[in-house]
């Protein structure tokens, strides 16, 4: 079984984001990217299915401007067997709708064959939540979201998912798209060694127009900004005075 994990570069999660001057974006000038967090749980997840002999090959896909080439290095030096770089953009700045994602998933799956695709809930820069639910209902395949469990028997994906309030457990025929959520494991870290020579490896190259997929962006960002700064608080001496201040601002 071949199981395809799409990884998307984004800003690294520990970079504290600044916002463009004009409001047209995030600042990526000199910023640190690296592999969406969830997408390393992902691959983590496949490469473990690999190691069990659950699976024979795991394909990383990425979408974007070339840079994307550093985040399939680190999927090969992490364990994947193959990497495809789809060329979509020369501004590092533009970003793939989910939309367009799917789609040119959908096209490298309809090439490729794989029984299970694992991608991660959300991309942690724009926080759409949508493309591994767009993929699905493009296929016609089942799909469980925001897994933290799973397992493989028979045909079947077994996924334990994080809803509100609880796990449920439910159960979809292969092939299937499965979307992973923090709990699901700890993901490895891509050795020094490994990361050299995965920069030998061959990365797959494809561009969005040899997938016949058309990516003008169909949103129009109106503008960015900054989260509203925190009201610095008051400490007060006792309970009754907490609940004199709240009825004060019709709180209680
Ligand atoms: P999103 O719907 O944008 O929050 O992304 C959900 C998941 O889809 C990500 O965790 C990735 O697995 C995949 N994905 C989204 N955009 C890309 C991209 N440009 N390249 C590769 N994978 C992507």
């Given at each position: 079984m071949k199981v395809l994990v799409p990884?998307?570069?984004?800003v690294d999660s520990n970079v504290k984001i600044r916002v463009a001057?004009?409001?047209?974006?995030?600042?990526?000038?000199?910023?640190k990217m690296s592999m969406n967090p969830f997408d390393e749980i992902a691959l983590e997840e496949a490469i473990r299915l690999k190691e069990a002999q659950l699976a024979e090959e795991v394909l990383v896909v990425s979408i974007g401007a070339e840079r994307s080439q550093e985040t399939l290095r680190t999927a090969l030096a992490m364990?994947?067997?193959?990497?495809?770089?789809?060329d979509t953009t020369d501004d590092v700045h533009a970003d793939i709708e989910p939309l367009a994602v799917a789609k040119l998933l959908k096209a490298v799956i309809d090439d490729e064959q794989p029984q299970l695709v694992l991608?991660?809930?959300?991309?942690?820069?724009?926080?759409?939540?949508?493309?591994?639910q767009m993929l699905?209902?493009?296929?016609?395949?089942?799909?469980?979201?925001?897994?933290?469990?799973?397992t493989l028997e028979d045909g079947t994906a077994r996924v334990t998912r994080e809803v509100d309030?609880?796990?449920?457990?439910?159960?979809?025929?292969?092939p299937a798209v499965v979307t992973v959520d923090l709990r699901l494991n700890e993901p490895r870290y891509a050795s020094l060694p490994n990361l050299m020579k995965a920069k030998?490896?061959?990365?797959?190259?494809?561009?969005?127009?040899?997938?016949?997929?058309?990516?003008?962006?169909?949103?129009?960002?109106?503008?960015?900004?900054?989260?509203?700064?925190?009201q610095t608080g008051e400490v007060v001496p006792d309970v009754d005075a907490l609940f004199a201040k709240l009825q004060e601002r019709k709180i209680v």
């Open positions: 990884v998307k570069r984004v001057a004009d409001g047209s974006g995030v600042d990526l000038a000199n910023v364990g994947a067997d193959r990497a495809l770089l789809i991608a991660g809930k959300q991309a942690i820069d724009n926080d759409m939540n949508a493309t591994g699905a209902a493009l296929l016609g395949w089942p799909q469980a979201t925001f897994a933290s469990a799973l309030g609880g796990l449920q457990t439910i159960e979809v025929k292969l030998k490896k061959p990365v797959e190259t494809k561009s969005a127009g040899e997938l016949g997929v058309d990516v003008e962006p169909r949103l129009e960002i109106l503008k960015t900004s900054e989260p509203q700064t925190r």
